[in-house]
């Protein structure tokens, strides 16, 4: 008979270890902070060392609690992708979930090179700019924001900078826009929030009318009316690389402000192991590498 602690305690460890939150871990087994702080102090008990040092609301891993994090975190994996293959659920397609701009700049001009590499998955593409919860509508996400999403794991795509770019012929003139001090002549592309303009403007040192312009609600929109001559947008520079690549857009100034947000690629932990998600994976980061 295995001599082991109770199941509950260590699953809310190693959430807690992992996130190194309380909070978050809670959020990941849905159940309350209490609950969580509970568990762990029932399972130092168990094991009789402090699995935490706590000072004040900051969590720090003692040396055993390091070492028992980093064991018992592939033992759940383990555990999760041998539950996935007995379950045997995912006949079908390889189901994506991906944000509109992402999928229309970046991902669907490569997408014939995954199918040539793997023609035996099957891909359902769903674009959305929800956030995605992890549920089972779908098996991966593309998304945008920090790289903290509770009980998902996420791995980087690529950071994301933003550069003013526009048509060559805008670029060109007459007038021909050659300093930031131009862009007040032409008019404004806007992204939602508008703020990256007003980021650039104090980085820049340069005061623009941020008040004039279209404002649109998609990365791809702004690029594509930027591509049009419709005006200068400040241009997610992952996005609009294919567009610079074949010159239907130039950047106008060697600047670039990095954006607080990048994109990643976001799965559930269960399904790590499963071939269709790991090939998908592997393929995609090795894409943006390369581009």
């Known amino acids: 008979m295995r001599r ?42 168990w094991l009789g060392h402090p699995m935490f040092t706590r000072r004040g609301h900051a969590l720090a891993l003692t040396q055993k609690g390091t070492a028992y994090l980093a064991e018992l975190s592939q033992v759940f994996d383990q555990m999760a992708a041998a539950t996935e293959r007995v379950r045997d659920k995912h006949e079908g397609p390889l189901r994506i979930s991906v944000l509109p701009s992402f999928a229309s700049r970046w991902l669907l001009p490569r997408l ?120 200068v947008a400040l241009g997610r520079l992952m996005l609009a690389a294919d567009d610079l690549r074949k010159g239907r857009l130039v950047r106008l100034f060697e600047h670039a402000l990095p954006n607080d947000y990048s994109y990643w690629i976001v799965y559930a932990r269960a399904s790590a192991q499963r071939p269709e998600v790991a090939a998908f994976r592997s393929w995609l980061l090795e894409e943006a590498r390369q581009a």
């Open 4 to 45: 082991l602690p109770p199941l509950g305690a260590l699953r809310a460890f190693e959430a807690a270890a992992r996130h190194m939150s309380f909070t978050l871990a809670a959020a990941e087994l849905c159940v309350t902070q209490a609950a969580i702080s509970h568990q762990v102090r029932q399972l130092e008990h």
């Open 112 to 231: 014939p090179a995954f199918r040539a590499r793997h023609p035996d998955v099957e891909l359902r593409v769903t674009s959305s700019v929800q956030l995605w919860s992890g549920d089972d509508a779908f098996d991966i996400g593309i998304r945008s924001g920090l790289g903290r999403w509770p009980g998902l794991k996420a791995d980087l795509i690529a950071r994301e900078f933003l550069s003013p770019v526009c048509s060559p012929a805008l670029a060109a003139g007459p007038p021909a826009l050659k300093r930031p001090e131009d862009l007040k002549r032409v008019a404004l592309l806007h992204d939602q929030p508008r703020a990256a303009w007003q980021q650039w403007c104090q980085h820049t040192d340069v005061a623009l009318d941020l008040s004039q312009g279209l404002v649109f609600n998609d990365a791809a929109l702004v690029l594509q009316a930027a591509i049009e001559g419709q005006g």
